[in-house]
């Protein structure tokens, strides 16, 4: 049986794009809100990221 054959007779496959196709399930998915990109760091992280910047910078001089 060549890939494409196995790929098209995986049961879990099947089961996925049945699932995708289901009316209830895509209804479902649509009353999700929408993911969001931020692109500001919140002030702690970004803290956080500068002092491991600041030691690896170090690490590396030595």
């Not at 209804?27 to 992280?45: A, D, G, K, Q, Y």
Request: aromatic share 4%.
């Amino acid at each position: 049986m060549s890939r494409t054959n196995a790929v098209k007779h995986d049961p879990l496959t099947t089961q996925i794009r049945r699932q995708f196709s289901d009316r209830s399930n895509q209804r479902f998915l649509h009353s999700l809100p929408t993911f969001e990109v931020v692109n500001e760091l919140p002030e702690p992280l970004r803290t956080l990221l500068e002092r491991l910047d600041a030691q690896e910078s170090s690490t590396r001089g030595r």
